[in-house]
């Protein structure tokens, strides 16, 4: 079992920054991927960005070039650092971890930027 946790998000304004961490913690040792996951109310949800194991990242069109998945010095934290954020960036974003093919979810943070 991989328990996950989010902390981060909160009000902002368009064009400004934010930064959302993810900490797993438990059964660790297999962990291949994290991941960053939004959704907003009555919409599907679209992938953010992954990181594997090799420290390869992988972001969704939207927030190519503005959004930065990278390790912690932390153990088994990730950072989501989002700049230029814009309105449509609104969403309650989930962090995910797999692990010997299983998949664990945060329980979500919102992120609201106003215009």
């Known amino acids: 079992q991989v328990q996950v946790v989010e902390s981060g998000g909160g009000l902002v304004q368009a064009g400004g920054s934010q930064r959302l961490s993810c900490t797993a913690s438990?059964?660790?040792?297999?962990?291949?991927?994290f991941g960053w996951i939004r959704q907003v109310p009555g919409k599907q949800h679209e992938l953010v960005a992954l990181?594997?194991?090799?420290?390869?990242?992988t972001y969704g069109d939207s927030v190519r070039g503005r959004f930065t998945i990278s390790r912690a010095s932390a153990e088994n934290t990730v950072m989501l650092q989002m700049n230029s954020l814009k309105p449509e960036d609104t969403a309650i974003y989930y962090c995910?971890?797999?692990?010997?093919?299983?998949?664990?979810w945060g329980q979500g943070t919102q992120v609201t930027v106003s215009s």
């Open positions: 995910k971890v797999d692990s010997h093919g299983l998949t664990y």
């Open positions: 438990g059964s660790t040792d297999s962990i291949n991927v």
């Open positions: 990181l594997n194991s090799a420290g390869a990242a």
